[in-house]
């Protein structure tokens, strides 16, 4: 989602990043930004700072309190590092200085999509994880002992070893 108060910004972004590849949607307030997130799926909002109305600061503090899982990219033409420190405290993953070259924003969308593709994969295995250990899931080859979960040849030799000392009160040193 594009977020820019300027029509022609916002149109050059639009074509920009759909010839790039990305499904692209455009408005022109952080307002409408909001009610957009609010009806849409959105994973990446690219904002300019200064809008009248909801800036693009507010705008990433309310996407960070009421959509986490939306990455938020800043962009303005009145850049400085006090700016972007601010806009990164507020929640924003990134940070481009108008002007931009163009390779510039697809690389930093780019960084931004693989993120959130590790998010997802991370929070799916944590789930899995979890699923794994409450026993509500099984994975055929796998033993458990414990929180371990044990899938080789190698760490099953070193399980079977461990059984069998477990009952001793005594330090033991397995090669």
Known sequence: LVVDDEEPMRHMLELLLRRAGFSVKTVESGERALEFVDAEAVDVVLSDVRMPGLDGLGLTERLSAQHPEITVVMMSAFGS????????????????????????????????????RLRRENSSLRERIARLEDGSESVEGIERIGKLLIHSAAMRKVARTLRKVAPFETTVLIL
Do not use: C, H, N, W
Request: proline share 3%.
């Open 81 to 116: 590092v006090d700016l972007a420190l601010e806009a990164m405290k507020r929640g924003a993953y990134d940070y481009i200085s108008k002007p931009f070259k163009q390779d510039e924003v697809i690389l930093t969308l780019r960084k931004a999509e693989e993120r959130l």
